[in-house]
T-cell receptor
């Protein structure tokens, strides 16, 4: 069974630009969660999508948004990039909603650098 | 909201010994607590989940305990091996009112010396 895939793996953008990251969950998984990981703040929850609906949202500004398609693939968008958005962005998939305590399978992440 | 505290200092142990990592939380007891392993440059890998009504859970060389009185979980790796060297994260739900906000600790780095 293929694991969670994320594209692109590396990205360099400049301040003010926007970026879209993609995540393909494990086949059969309906939940996709997004996280931001930085050395300063650790791993922080952005939001979770389940069956194309946003189920839960972390404490991030509205510049961070996402969506999920009918095949469970998900995209995350960050608009008006700031230097502080430089981070490793991870997505994780699970069969049921992550809130059930279901095991989350993480992808390798997208390393975003904002110059 | 919940705060999770994990020892920020790396834990150095000799091969064959038992490693014990600590995860403390500050507020209400979560419904469950999870432990993950993360290697450099890679996403976390799920290891174990323990629910609030469970005191202990085992999986091969891994053991997790959950003490809701102390607001603490301990993660043990017995007969440790150099391949166990990684950062270990604990995570719990800090949401309220039906929401789910997974909160991760900053992780503790484990270094197992041959």
């Amino acid at each position: 069974k293929a694991g969670v895939t994320q594209t692109p793996r590396y990205l360099i953008k400049t301040r003010g630009q926007q970026v879209t990251l993609s995540c393909s969950p494990i086949s059969g998984h309906r939940s996709v969660s997004w996280y931001q990981q930085t050395p300063g703040q650790g791993l922080q929850f952005l939001f979770e999508y389940f069956s194309e609906t946003q189920r839960n949202k972390g404490n991030f500004p509205g510049r961070f948004s996402g969506r999920q398609f009918s095949n469970s693939r998900s995209e995350m968008n960050v608009s008006t990039l700031e230097l502080g958005d430089s981070a490793l962005y991870l997505c994780a998939s699970s069969f049921t909603t992550a809130g059930e305590g279901d095991e989350q399978f993480f992808g390798p992440g997208t390393r975003l650098t904002v110059l | 909201s919940q705060k999770i505290e994990q020892n920020s200092e790396a834990l150095n142990i000799q091969e064959g010994k038992t490693a014990t990592l600590t995860c403390n939380y500050t507020n209400y007891s979560p419904a469950y607590l999870q432990w993950y392993r993360q290697d450099p440059g890679r996403g976390p890998v799920f290891l174990l989940l323990i629910r609030e009504n469970e005191k202990e859970k085992r999986k091969e060389r891994l053991k997790v305990t959950f003490d809701t009185t102390l607001k603490q979980s301990l993660f043990h790796i017995t007969a440790s091996q150099p391949a166990d060297s990684a950062t270990y994260l604990c995570a719990l739900d800090s949401g309220a009112g039906g929401s789910y906000i997974p909160t991760f600790g900053r992780g503790t780095s484990l270094i197992v010396h041959p």
